[in-house]
């Protein structure tokens, strides 16, 4: 399992730059808490519009994140689906919850707080991918969905999976794990049985064994756990009110 190293150019904002065998021309930045200008449970660099927070705030930790982009990224209005857009074909803010690209310095993004950010791309460095994978996502096809958009096949991609909640923390209810076993009867050793009837379900092991599904054999990340660290991530799960991190890839 590789690990990350935080990018020397974003001082002091403890950003994240996935550890990957990329092409030399795939570039990926993973925010944090850290480097922003919002308050209270929001601190510091939130970029979701719809948690709450002041926008014009918003407005500011955005604009601080694309000085290390090729442009404006193409914003999601994500919806816990498997919808999947070709950005360099998209304009506005579409309702989708994950998106590819071929155009150079055409930045895709996700946003996430718990929920599983997935990078993609292909060996030749031609196409990157992004998705929103929370549990529902995942389950309806999110990342079966990207990986058939993106028109590769599954041993020529990468895929790294970003900061979500982490194994010891997602308790979910039977009927969670009853719709990931309906599916794939395999998918039941990624949920661990509580002593309350509840379930600790492995969101990053059941995107690794759908992504090994189609193929893609090489995945990286995945040890993280938004919940547990409270200093560098956003969670929903921990503190219902929170912000947003952004999970985001580009051709350079």
């Known amino acids: 399992m590789a690990n990350c190293n935080v990018d020397p150019k974003p001082e002091g904002k403890d950003w994240i730059i996935p550890d990957w065998p990329t092409p030399r021309n795939v570039r990926a930045l993973i925010t944090t808490r850290?480097?922003?200008?919002s308050v209270g449970p929001y601190e510091a660099l939130n970029v979701g519009e719809l948690v709450g927070d002041n926008p014009d705030i918003?407005?500011?930790?955005?604009?601080?994140?694309?000085l290390h982009l090729p442009g404006e990224p193409v914003w999601l209005r994500q919806v816990h689906g498997n919808k999947v857009i070709v950005a360099d074909m998209t304009a506005g803010v579409p309702e989708a919850d994950a998106s590819v690209a071929?155009?150079?310095g055409v930045a895709l993004v996700v946003q996430t707080a718990d929920c599983l950010p997935v990078l993609l791309c292909d060996v030749d460095g031609a196409v990157v991918g992004a998705a929103h994978a929370g549990w529902r996502g995942l389950s309806s096809g999110v990342i079966e969905n990207t990986v058939q958009a993106m028109g590769v096949t599954g041993s020529r991609l990468l895929a790294f999976l970003g900061p979500a909640i982490g194994p010891d923390n997602f308790e979910v209810g039977s009927e969670v794990r009853e719709i990931f076993v309906a599916q794939d009867g395999g998918a039941a050793t990624h949920f661990r049985k509580k002593e309350n009837g509840k379930w600790l379900a492995d969101l990053y092991g059941l995107a690794r064994r759908r992504l090994m599904a189609l193929g893609v054999t090489r995945v990286f990340g995945g040890d993280?756990?938004?919940v547990a660290d409270v200093d560098r991530f956003f969670s929903y799960r921990r503190d219902g009110?929170?912000?947003r991190m952004a999970t985001l890839i580009w051709l350079e």
């Open 34 to 37: 850290k480097g922003g200008v």
């Open 58 to 66: 918003v407005a500011e930790n955005r604009a601080r994140i694309r």
């Open 102 to 104: 071929r155009k150079k």
């Open 224 to 226: 993280f756990c938004t």
């Open 241 to 243: 009110i929170t912000g």
